[in-house]
Nanobody, 116 residues
Framework: QVQLIESGGGLVHPGGSLNLSCVASGTLIYICDMGWFRQAPGKQRELVAR????????NYSDSVRGRFTMTRDVAKNTVYLQMNDLEIEDTAIYYC?????????WGQGTQVTVSS
């Protein structure tokens, strides 16, 4: 059974930073496409960043490119999302996703609130 546990969300001021973590169990992140998604109130869930399996290459949405960095630690079976220069529009629930053989697995989400 695949489990993804996110942590690191919170309340920050505009311009602040947060580092989200997602610990995986029941699968190996190296063989999965790992992604971070977010969903703001009243909006659809959207892809923020993704690392394709067996690579270290991260892809980002236009709205976060240059501010967010996704990394992974294979030894810890954990992916991270370093978020800098946060904006009010980044407020959302952030979800970790693992995709293997066209099957999606989701974490429970962690709330990120950017407010002055």
């Amino acid at each position: 059974q695949v489990q993804l546990i996110e942590s690191g969300g919170g309340l920050v001021h505009p311009g602040g930073s947060l580092n989200l973590s997602c610990v995986a169990s029941g699968t190996l992140i190296y063989i999965c496409d790992m992604g971070w998604f977010r969903q703001a109130p009243g909006k659809q869930r959207e892809l923020v960043a993704r690392i394709v399996r067996k690579t270290d290459d991260a892809n980002y949405s236009d709205s976060v490119r240059g501010r967010f960095t996704m990394t992974r630690d294979v030894a810890k079976n954990t992916v991270y999302l370093q978020m800098n220069d946060l904006e009010i529009e980044d407020t959302a629930i952030y979800y970790c996703n693992a995709n293997f053989v066209n099957t999606d697995h989701w974490g429970q989400g962690t709330q990120v609130t950017v407010s002055s």
